[in-house]
């Protein structure tokens, strides 16, 4: 990709407390790297044009020095949900044909990735494709996936919605396909849709998951696009950085 018409959101307001750190996030170390820094050279070596933009939030300000002038970084004042972390990226992504989303927690998805799916979204155009991996068990270090989201489909094998592991019943959290959190939307649909995401829910946010539904509930495409198991890694919790490790460790050998 080197056209332009890309732009790169890459979510980064979360703190480190669950790990016990109080430090942003995505500053979080991983084989000595922190996680943000995967990504930045992620997105550098995906091709696509213009430096992507990160959305930090209150007490993560040491996100934006980090950073400093190899992302533009967007202020989200209140954390109300994914969705409402893009919608602060709206001015500095305007006009842009494909709005790619990234978490800045799942340091390994790799440039070849990114491009490869926004390469994807030119050739077959929908409002929005989800990067889904798929495990075989999950036992042993895939035991993370547990907390993931399952993607259903028909039986036509269309895409019926993104079941959050929480919500899912015995029978979905059996489903193998996991949902990475990484998306391409058409920038037209998703900004006259991300307005009328609902924040009706336990924890009163603004989820991008939601658009998903929209989609499939006005008839339209939700198109997967499968990418290697290891690139959908999130590290929320301690024994996910300690997974993270391992596979950091195993890729430099």
């Known amino acids: 990709m080197s056209d332009g018409k890309t732009s790169i959101v890459i979510l980064a307001a979360?703190?480190?407390k669950r790990m016990g750190?109080?430090?942003?996030?995505v500053l979080v170390e991983v084989n000595g790297k922190p996680m943000l820094g995967y990504?930045?050279?992620a997105v550098e070596a995906s091709g696509v044009n213009g430096k992507p933009i990160v959305v930090y939030g209150p007490g993560v300000e040491r996100v934006c020095d980090y950073v400093g002038d190899r992302a533009i970084?967007?202020?989200q004042k209140e954390q109300l949900g994914t969705a409402n972390a893009v919608s602060a990226a709206r001015e500095a992504i305007k006009g842009?044909?494909?709005v790619a989303v990234l978490n800045g927690d799942n340091p390994f998805i790799s440039g070849e990735t990114i491009a490869r799916i926004a390469e994807y979204h030119d050739q077959k155009p929908c409002p929005i494709i989800v990067a889904v991996g798929t495990v075989d068990s999950y036992d042993g270090w895939k035991e993370a996936?547990?907390?993931?989201?399952?993607?259903?489909?028909?039986?036509?094998g269309l895409i019926t919605a993104i079941r959050e592991a929480k919500d899912a019943s015995e029978e979905e959290l059996a489903v193998r396909e996991v949902n990475s959190g990484f998306y391409v939307f058409d920038g037209c649909w998703l900004w006259e849709n991300i307005g009328r995401v609902s924040n009706r829910n336990a924890q009163g946010e603004y989820y991008l998951t939601d658009l998903i539904q929209m989609a499939v509930d006005h008839g339209l495409p939700v198109r997967t696009f499968p990418i290697p198991l290891e690139e959908c890694v999130g590290v929320n919790r301690r024994e996910d950085r300690d997974i993270a490790e391992?596979?950091?460790q195993k890729r430099n050998k």
């Open 96 to 98: 842009s044909l494909c």
């Open 39 to 41: 990504l930045l050279e």
């Open 73 to 75: 970084c967007v202020f």
């Open 145 to 156: 996936f547990r907390s993931f989201g399952r993607v259903l489909r028909d039986r036509r």
């Open 21 to 25: 750190l109080e430090i942003p996030k």
């Open 246 to 248: 391992m596979i950091a």
């Open 14 to 16: 979360g703190k480190g």
